[in-house]
């Protein structure tokens, strides 16, 4: 997928984030890099604990106390916002880069009207008065889809349900027009017509604010179809990156190939039993030698276990995986053919345990 020539809205190089924990440090984010130009959407996909979350903070610099970033850069603009007073990013966070976050219910606050809570950032970043806040946070409902606007700005967010609740989360964000959007889980514990209204409506404003936007999910039918590159996370790390077609046609890292088959196909008989990735994610805290995927890789060699693969270049430039036997290659399968057949993985033996999930023992 080729890139606008301009200068990308949002850089991120080599970013690194550690939380500090009484068994030591816990690397959440380990060597992040992606480029995102404006208007063009970028979905980090992974499991729970991959990454995805701690990645979005680190570039917002919402970080809790105990965590660290200490390499890497964030460039929004050119201009790297690590390097910020705390005045200085106030002015930028909310104006130039803002973010969707997945729990409507417990950001927005219980005893602030709506209308109040919308018209906030445009009084502080962009010096309206009372009255014309008010007018622009009802254009904002206006434009996110909520019917009768004029009620809901007098209205609280137990009064909302949980898909307009979501809808005024991304009018807030969207109140002083951000070049950058960051939308993570934003259809968490929504049922799937309203987390296909809020998806459509998030794609439909990013075209006609030309932001640049980023997509967080667990779920890669979220991405399909939505974005323009995908980088997928494991343990805090990029396992592979590559154009949204591209991805989904050559997969190529054994880890991304089992979160497809984890999805439930509508072509499946009733009761079909759905797919599962075997194993547990790995302890951030002690991370292994090797690929931090391989105990519960299909495709894992004892290569895997004492080295960690670096994310190279497959057969399209554009397509990077870390995987020393990736799915799809000769390689790849023959490991694969050879770990079914044994009934192992590389981490151990896997043993039935009557539910079909298996169990890993140490071999």
Same mark, same amino acid.
């Given at each position: ?5 301009d200068t990308p809205t949002l850089v991120v190089e080599d970013l690194r984030t550690s939380f500090a924990t009484e068994r ?112 622009? &946070?009802?254009?904002?409902?206006? $434009?996110?889809? %909520?019917? =009768?606007?004029?009620? !809901? @700005? #007098? ?33 968490? &514990?929504?049922?799937?017509?309203? $987390?296909?209204? %809020?998806? =459509?409506?998030?794609? !439909? @404003? #990013? ?81 292994p030698a090797g690929c931090a995927f391989a105990p519960r890789c299909a495709h894992a060699q004892p290569r895997c276990l ?58």
């Amino acid at each position: 997928m080729s890139h606008p020539a301009d200068t990308p809205t949002l850089v991120v190089e080599d970013l690194r984030t550690s939380f500090a924990t009484e068994r030591g440090a816990l690397k959440a984010v380990d060597g992040v890099s992606f480029a995102l130009h404006s208007g063009q959407t970028l979905g980090v996909v992974g499991e729970s604990g991959s990454g995805k979350s701690a990645t979005a903070r680190s570039i917002m610099n919402l970080l809790p106390p105990g965590a660290s970033t200490s390499t890497g850069r964030v460039l929004l603009d050119g201009r790297d916002v690590r390097n910020l007073s705390r005045a200085e990013s106030r002015h930028i966070w909310g104006v130039e880069a803002s973010m969707v976050f997945q729990n409507p219910m417990t950001t927005l606050n219980p005893v602030i009207q709506i209308g109040r809570q919308i018209g906030e950032g445009l009084r502080y970043h962009r010096r309206l008065s009372r009255e014309a806040a008010t007018r622009r &946070a009802r254009e904002l409902l206006e $434009q996110v889809g %909520i019917a =009768d606007p004029d009620r !809901r @700005l #007098r209205e609280y967010p137990h009064q909302l349900s949980g898909g307009m609740r979501q809808r005024v989360m991304i009018a807030i964000a969207l109140a002083c027009e951000p070049k950058l959007l960051i939308a993570d889980e934003p259809t968490t &514990a929504l049922d799937v017509t309203v $987390q296909k209204q %809020i998806l =459509d409506l998030l794609d !439909r @404003l #990013r075209r006609q604010h030309r932001m640049a936007m980023i997509l967080i999910t667990h779920d890669l039918s979220v991405v399909a179809g939505r974005t323009d590159e995908v980088i997928v996370m494991y343990a805090g790390r990029i396992v592979e990156k590559a154009p949204t077609l591209r991805l989904f046609t050559a997969m190529r890292h054994p880890y991304t190939k089992a979160l497809f088959e984890s999805i439930p196909k509508v072509a499946h008989p009733s009761h079909t039993r759905l797919q599962i990735i075997p194993g547990r994610p790995p302890d951030l805290a002690k991370l292994p030698a090797g690929c931090a995927f391989a105990p519960r890789c299909a495709h894992a060699q004892p290569r895997c276990l004492s080295e960690a693969p670096p994310l190279s270049i497959g057969d399209d430039t554009e397509h990077l995986f870390a995987c020393f036997y990736p799915a799809g290659s000769l390689e790849g399968e023959a490991a694969a053919a050879a770990n079914r057949a044994a009934g192992r993985t590389a981490g151990g033996l896997r043993l039935a345990n009557g539910t079909g999930t298996g169990e890993e023992v140490s071999s």
